[in-house]
């Protein structure tokens, strides 16, 4: 009997093996992308390293960072980086959820409407930022200016009066057809024998959200605000063209200014320090994000 056991288990243990070594290059490749750079910038960060001054390579243990934390400016930029991620992801949250109730509707047009809505979201970053600045807020040559003179309203410069209002609308403008179409992805899986027995039942519009499209959308919209939440705490392209984090520091935000303090003021040490601060505040979003969605799926099983 124990030799037919050891005939059963001995295929098993092979073929564990074998997905382990198929799995082993994909795991490399994701530790040299991902963790090697960030052990290199770790490094760097321990050191006091200006290109200016070549010389100044050498390690000076936690002084950059606290130079960091002792700068009033590095609080500011930290408040403009949540600022400006959680302005982004409730007003795509509002409108991406409007335009996929709107599209999952059938209409005339309706595979036309579905790729204009997403076109926002195939344009590079830099050139949504140009096509805002120069063709829409302009305050000379712009369609705003145009409307302003419409209504017999003085000429605005609407970027430099409304610097951090500008950028969260150009990055929710790029950004609403991203949630657009996983909340489309979930209303169309929404089975229709649940839509067609809740208005059976009387339920009306609003009913009918709460009730039964909502909690259908939930793991839907985690997910979606997951990748956003990532993805929009690195924005750059877009402060970089339009208003180059001013005024003064009032759309700084954290990966704007690693770029200042590396290329502008070649201090790679800060520029690291930085860094790390930046990795630290996307693992604890995303550790606080995943706590409340395990909290939730507990309660539920409970």
Do not use: C
């Amino acid at each position: 009997m124990s030799d037919t056991n050891m005939q059963s288990d001995s295929p098993v243990k092979p073929k564990s093996e074998r997905r382990r070594w198929l799995s082993a290059p994909g795991i490399i490749f994701l530790a040299l992308v991902t963790q090697v750079p960030f052990v290199v910038t770790i490094y760097f960060s321990f050191r006091g390293w200006n290109l200016l001054r070549p010389d100044s390579n050498v390690f000076i243990g936690l002084r950059n960072y606290s130079r960091i934390l002792q700068n009033e400016d590095f609080y500011v930029i930290l408040w403009n980086t949540v600022v400006l991620t959680l302005s982004v992801v409730f007003i795509t949250l509002v409108m991406g959820m409007l335009f996929a109730l709107l599209l999952n509707r059938p209409f005339r047009g309706q595979a036309i409407a579905r790729t204009l809505l997403i076109s926002p979201f195939l344009v590079m970053p830099v050139v949504t930022a140009v096509l805002w600045k120069n063709v829409l807020l302009d305050p000379i040559f712009g369609f705003s200016a145009y409307l302003l003179k419409l209504l017999g309203l003085p000429a605005l410069n609407i970027i430099e009066k409304f610097p951090m209002a500008s950028v969260v609308t150009i990055v929710s403008w790029q950004w609403i057809p991203f949630v657009m179409l996983i909340l489309l992805a979930g209303l169309q899986s929404l089975p229709e024998s649940a839509v067609e027995a809740a208005s059976i039942d009387g339920a009306g519009g609003f009913s009918m959200f709460r009730y039964i499209i909502f909690p259908h959308l939930r793991s839907f919209i985690e997910i979606a605000l997951l990748l956003e939440v990532i993805f929009v705490l690195n924005v750059f392209g877009v402060i970089f063209v339009t208003t180059s984090g001013g005024p003064g520091i009032s759309t700084t935000n954290l990966p704007y200014e690693i770029y200042k303090e590396a290329f502008s003021r070649w201090n790679v040490g800060k520029a690291s320090a930085l860094g790390v601060f930046a990795v630290i505040l996307a693992n604890f979003v995303v550790f606080m994000f995943l706590r409340v969605l395990r909290r939730r799926q507990e309660g539920e099983v409970a």
